[in-house]
């Protein structure tokens, strides 16, 4: 079965450049969530989207912004990137009528900040 | 916001042995999900329990929704090597917060063989 699918998978920026990060849902599936998690921290929720408007927000810093398009994938854009946004970032697709909060993660985006 | 408190964080067992893991809240919650997530990877969902003393099964995994619907176990039976990695209790803040989801610590699982 389709997964969610993240692009890159790893990724090397300097501290105060931007990144842009990918992510594409299950076929079918309307909402995506994203998720920072730091080195043994578990997962912190940082924006969702449904149906290509904002459903919530979390943690989510000012120098991030993100989007949902109409082909429903999603991309993160991260600015002035700092040492401590080094992490793995999630990307999670779930169906809204579908059962409650199963959502469904990709295999990560590896962010390094030198 | 919630916080789940996740029990134990590591837990290092013999291949063949049964384990136990749980999360506890003070709040109170309408979902429950376990994920397991090895290292560099997505968490995978594992169970899903929607209802207060729900008890379900996947394979060697045995999840149940506790009845103050403030906790959850998941049991692993006969534990084998590929068991290994982190596994995280999960639910949702509920109300307008319909789809965020609060994660547990989680446990760390080590099974020699």
């Known amino acids: 079965a389709a997964g969610v699918i993240q692009s890159p998978r790893h990724l090397i920026k300097e501290k105060r450049e931007t990144a842009t990060l990918k992510c594409y849902p299950i076929p079918r599936h309307d909402t995506v969530y994203w998720y920072q998690q730091g080195p043994g921290q578990d997962p912190q929720f940082l924006i969702s989207f449904y149906e290509k408007m904002q459903s919530d927000k979390g943690s989510i810093p000012d120098r991030f912004s993100a989007q949902q398009f109409s082909d429903y994938h999603s991309e993160l854009n991260m600015s002035s990137l700092e040492l401590g946004d080094s992490a793995l970032y999630f990307c999670?697709?779930?169906?809204?009528?579908?059962?409650?909060?199963?959502?469904?993660f990709g295999p990560g985006t590896r962010l390094t900040v030198l | 916001g919630q916080q789940l408190n996740q029990s134990p964080q590591s837990m290092f067992i013999q291949e063949g042995e049964d384990v136990s893991m749980n999360c506890t809240s003070s709040s109170i919650f309408n979902t429950w999900l376990w994920y397991k997530q090895d290292p560099g990877e997505g968490p995978v969902l594992l169970i899903a329990?929607?209802?207060?003393?729900e008890l379900t099964s996947n394979g060697r995994l045995t999840a149940q929704f506790g009845i103050t619907r403030k906790d959850s176990f998941l049991n692993i039976s006969a534990s084998i090597p590929s068991d290994v990695g982190i596994y995280f209790c999960?639910?949702?803040?509920?109300?307008?917060?319909?789809?965020?989801?609060?994660f547990g610590q989680g446990t760390i699982l080590t099974v020699h063989p």
């Open positions: 999670a697709s779930s169906l809204a009528s579908g059962p409650l909060n199963e959502q469904f």
């Open positions: 999960a639910t949702n803040a509920g109300g307008t917060s319909y789809g965020k989801l609060t």
């Open positions: 329990l929607y209802k207060a003393g």
